[in-house]
């Protein structure tokens, strides 16, 4: 059985929440992409990372992948998201 956990689903959108709270307060821009209603985009997500069981948010570059929501936050936290987002 696959499951996600109502806890779970309510910490992934506290962390693209959060990451759209950051990257809007420093005016950067961004797509967003729901891989609830987009089964192609969910798997070109998983397919880009290597990992067929990945889930979100994970962060892209065009289709270089950043990162998952803790390399996101590290570098929010290390002041150095602009070399992390590659801009």
Same mark, same amino acid.
């Given at each position: 059985m696959f499951n996600l956990d109502r806890r779970d689903i309510g910490a992934m959108k506290k962390n693209q929440q959060r @990451? %759209?709270? @950051?990257? =809007?307060? +420093? +005016?950067? $821009?961004? %797509? +967003? @992409? =729901? @891989? $609830?209603s987009n089964e192609e985009g969910k798997n070109k997500m998983r397919e880009l990372i290597g990992d067929e069981h990945a889930l979100p948010p994970q962060l892209f570059n065009d289709d270089t992948y950043l990162g998952d929501f803790a390399a996101f936050d590290n570098a929010v936290e290390g002041e150095s998201l602009e070399a992390f987002l590659k801009i």
């Open positions: @990451i %759209e709270m @950051i990257l =809007d307060s +420093k +005016k950067i $821009a961004y %797509e +967003k @992409i =729901d @891989i $609830a």
